[in-house]
């Protein structure tokens, strides 16, 4: 069974930029969330996708925006890229939205802004 | 609101040791509980969780966490510790009644295993 899948692995852009990360879930999963890891902050919680839907969303701003497609894969937009949103994007998916199942997390996009 | 407190942001443990690793929480409700492991350049891997039932949990690679309701913690603990463990451990708590399927990750342990 093929895990979580995110794309790219790295990614280098300037400041002003805009970037679009991609996730592709494990098979099945209809929830997919996605989280920015950073020494300084750690893991924050970006927001959650279910049936095409945003269901939750973190404390970020406006530039950061996300959708999903009917066969469940995501993507997440960073548009005006600046030096802080350098990180690691962690996609995550789960069977449902229930709370108790658990994330299946892929390796990460870690994203360089120069 | 829900948090998750790790203490000690640093381990280090010898070559079979006992590996302990604390992990307390808030939760205005019954809250899932979940133990994560971090190797470097990869994403988190899920070692064990707590949502309803017995109390000890059992997760991968020997690892095991015990869910104390009065304590509100839920400690990671390894009998032996083995150089593969070296890596980093995330807590994480959620609930379905105020964040749906949010977690709420701890800063973090990294634990260092000296042979």
């Known amino acids: 069974k093929a895990g979580v899948t995110q794309t790219p692995r790295y990614l280098i852009k300037t400041r002003g930029q805009q970037v679009t990360l991609s996730c592709s879930p494990i098979?099945?999963?209809?929830?997919v969330s996605w989280y920015q890891q950073t020494p300084g902050q750690g893991l924050q919680f970006l927001f959650e996708?279910?049936?095409?839907?945003?269901?939750n969303k973190g404390n970020f701003p406006g530039r950061f925006s996300g959708r999903q497609f009917s066969n469940s894969r995501s993507e997440m937009n960073v548009s005006t890229l600046e030096l802080g949103d350098s990180a690691l994007y962690l996609c995550?998916?789960?069977?449902?939205?229930?709370?108790?199942?658990?994330?299946?997390f892929g390796s990460g996009t870690r994203l360089t802004v120069v | 609101a829900q948090s998750v407190t790790q203490l000690g942001s640093h381990v280090s443990v010898s070559e079979g040791a006992l590996v302990l690793l604390r992990c307390n929480y808030s939760?205005?409700?019954?809250?899932?509980l979940f133990w994560y492991v971090q190797y470097p350049n990869q994403g988190l891997q899920l070692l064990l969780k707590?949502?309803?039932?017995?109390?000890l949990v059992k997760g991968i690679n020997g690892f095991e966490a015990e869910f104390k309701k009065s304590e509100t913690s839920f400690h990671l603990t390894k009998p032996s510790a083995h150089m593969s463990d070296a890596a980093e451990y995330f807590c994480?708590?959620?609930?379905?009644?105020?964040?749906?399927?949010?977690?709420?990750f701890g800063t973090g342990t990294s634990l260092t295993v000296i042979p």
């Open positions: 995550a998916s789960s069977w449902g939205r229930q709370g108790n199942y658990g994330y299946t």
């Open positions: 098979s099945g999963h209809r929830s």
């Open positions: 996708y279910f049936s095409e839907t945003q269901r």
């Open positions: 939760s205005s409700v019954p809250p899932y």
């Open positions: 707590y949502t309803t039932g017995a109390t």
């Open positions: 994480a708590v959620s609930d379905l009644a105020n964040t749906g399927n949010q977690f709420y």
